[in-house]
């Protein structure tokens, strides 16, 4: 687990494609802003996405946005920049997850 954090940290920044921004505002309303503010705060939980890693690794977080807004994200890493691929509310299940951590 510990990895995935370092993988984070040695980010450089967000690598936004114009599809992902759309998509996530149209159909979960949740802006690049508020994506990558759960990235910089706490409790912010990172997991291997197995089940959808085919050519590169994928991951998801659990985190919430400077207003609280509790938001899964699933992404992936290129090039030393995170990789936003979607991004929503948390549902129930991943709200009582985080919160066992918080």
């Not at 508020?34 to 985190?63: M, W």
């Amino acid at each position: 687990m510990d990895k995935i954090y370092d993988i984070i940290r040695d980010c450089t920044g967000f690598n936004w494609d114009k599809y992902n921004i759309n998509k996530n505002w149209e159909k979960h309303n949740v802006t690049p802003v508020e994506s990558e503010q759960v990235f910089f705060n706490n409790p912010f939980i990172i997991t291997a996405d197995i089940k959808h890693t085919k050519v590169e690794s994928r991951y998801y977080a659990l985190g919430k946005t400077d207003r609280g807004r509790k938001l899964f994200i699933a992404f992936t890493i290129r090039n030393s920049k995170i990789r936003v691929i979607s991004s929503r509310d948390m549902s129930k299940k991943e709200r009582d997850e985080y919160e066992q951590h918080n």
